[in-house]
Structures are given as structure tokens and as C-alpha cells.
């Protein structure tokens, strides 16, 4: 490394220090870390005791996703998730969060209606969950439901490219925006979204270097799930990228643990202690 390169690294690794420290995140500390180019650290949490865990570990954003009707309740897509549903999913992160800004999806159903129906799930899960914002999927469709929301004072996450609950129109999960008019369609939502006043836009699933044109052309900070390395944030599912779900492996899901084989292997040892008699043993009884 050249002595500028180091100094660049150093101070690099001061600024993110220094977001580390941040008391409370929140969407203006997103946008200036945006400035400061220090990535922003999004999982996804569904419960309290995980979601402690993730405050506690300095992940920056926490997203009750509508992915919880995937890997909480075992639904093959996001659709069937109720807004009642959500709401129980959210309160319980907020329970647990003391540092993170907690996202909270809109789920299929609440908001495509009118920007009323929209408002009026946002407010629910603004007041009975106790969220710091919400997420909703698509781009010109919600612009006015976007406009909306963000006029009643409630912070707006978009989310472009793979739209988990337009997924009967699409057909298929593949990466989205490779042809020059879906790309061309997904840079003007985004621009759309930024004036409606999102603060932060997920994009999912598309060619790396349409997620480092749309995160340079936005002031808003990008948060990536298989758009590329150079979106100002990233994010993935906890319980894809803790190995728990071990059927789905995209290319873009890095794993960190194995913890289906951990936890399968403590079961079993449980059971077999059980079964020879040797849980509980003298010091663990009363
Ligand atoms: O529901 C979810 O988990 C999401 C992420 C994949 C961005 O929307």
C-alpha cells in the first residue's frame, strides 16, 4: 500500500469507528454515512431473543421482513404474511433494539390498494409495533402511497429490481433489469422514489453494475441483496446467512455459520441424554 492508500485506509476505518459509536441510528446517520462512505450493516429479525443479539453485534439497520412468511411460518412466497402478523413480528425486534433503525415491510395486500390503505398500515405498524420506519416494494406504482406516508412524518424504505411479492408476475426469481428497458424503467423509479422523499432504497437481485450506477446517481443511500459490492449498504436474510435454511443458495448469500448442523447436532445429543438417563444429572436437580 502506498502511504496515501494507508492514510485513506486509516481514515476510513476512523469513520466507521465513529458510526460504531452512534448512540441511535437513524435515517440521518444512514444518510451520513452515505457521505462518509462507510457501508451500512442491514439483517433481517423476526423475534426478540435474535434481534438483541443483532443490537448487540452494532448491525446498523434491522429489517422485519416480509420474509418472515418464508422462514418464520414456511409460506413458499412472501404474499400470505398478514399486516396483524407483522405487527406482532415488529413489536417484538422493538422490544429488543436499543442502537439499530428498525425497517418494517408493508406486507403484499396492505398498501397496492390506494395510498389511504397505505397510510393507514403504515400508521398501524408505526403505532402498535413501535417501528422507525417502513419498506414497501415498487417504483412509479407507490409513488403517490411513498408521498404519502413520508407527508404523515413516516420515514419510506423503497425496494427495486426482485420484488419478492410480484413474484406470480415475474414467474421466476431470477436476476432482474439485464435488458436495456427493465434497466432503463428501474433507474427512473429510483430517481422517482428518491424525490418522493425515500430515505434508502433496497435493490435486489441485479447486475452489479447497474446497483453502482443507481447508487451513485441517488444521494439516498442503496442497500444491496445481489446488486454488487458498491451499493452503500448491504443485506441478507438472518436465517439464510446463518445457515439455519439450508435449501436456498443464490450466488449472493454468503454463509456464516452452519447453525442447522450445530443445532441438529445438540438436539440430538439432548436426546440421547435423555433416553440413557444421564439429563438431568445430581447438580441439575432440586
Ligand atoms: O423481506 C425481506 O427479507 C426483504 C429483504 C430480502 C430485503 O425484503
Do not use: W
Not at 132 to 145: I, T
Not at 194 to 205: D, I
Amino acid at each position: 500500500m502506498t502511504s496515501e492508500a494507508t492514510a485513506t485506509h486509516i481514515a476510513a476505518q476512523k469513520a466507521a469507528e465513529d458510526f460504531r459509536r452512534v448512540k441511535k441510528v437513524t435515517t440521518h446517520t444512514l444518510q451520513e454515512m452515505k457521505q462518509a462512505r462507510v457501508k451500512i450493516a442491514m439483517l433481517t429479525a423476526y423475534d426478540f431473543s435474535l434481534a438483541r443479539i443483532l443490537d448487540d453485534a452494532g448491525v446498523d439497520v434491522i429489517l422485519v421482513g416480509d420474509s418472515a412468511s418464508n422462514v418464520m411460518a414456511g409460506h413458499e412466497t412472501t404474499l400470505p404474511i398478514t399486516l396483524d402478523q407483522m405487527v406482532y413480528h415488529a413489536a417484538s425486534v422493538v422490544r429488543a433494539v436499543r442502537r439499530a433503525l428498525v425497517v418494517v415491510d408493508l406486507p403484499f395486500g396492505s398498501y397496492q390498494g390506494n395510498s389511504k390503505e397505505a397510510l393507514n398500515s403504515a400508521i398501524r405498524i408505526m403505532k402498535e409495533a413501535g417501528a422507525h420506519a417502513v419498506k414497501l416494494e415498487g417504483g412509479r406504482e407507490v409513488k403517490e402511497s411513498v408521498e404519502r406516508i413520508v407527508a404523515a412524518g413516516v420515514p419510506v424504505m423503497g425496494h427495486l429490481g426482485l420484488t419478492p411479492q410480484s413474484i406470480y408476475k415475474f414467474g421466476t426469481y431470477v436476476v432482474r433489469a439485464t435488458d436495456p428497458a427493465e434497466a432503463n424503467r428501474l433507474r427512473e423509479d429510483a430517481l422517482l422514489l428518491e424525490q418522493s422523499g425515500c430515505f434508502a432504497l433496497v435493490l435486489e437481485k441485479i447486475p452489479a453494475a447497474l446497483g453502482a450506477e443507481v447508487s451513485s446517481l441517488l444521494k439516498i443511500p442503496t442497500i444491496g441483496i445481489g446488486a454488487g459490492a458498491a451499493c452503500d449498504g448491504q443485506v441478507l436474510v438472518l436465517h439464510d446467512m446463518l445457515g439455519i435454511n439450508q435449501e436456498f443458495k443464490p450466488r449472493f448469500l454468503r454463509r456464516y455459520l452452519n447453525l442447522y448442523d450445530s443445532i441438529k447436532d445438540a438436539v440430538h445429543r439432548y436426546c440421547d441424554d435423555v433416553k440413557q438417563g444421564s439429563f438431568p444429572a445430581p447438580h441439575e436437580q432440586y
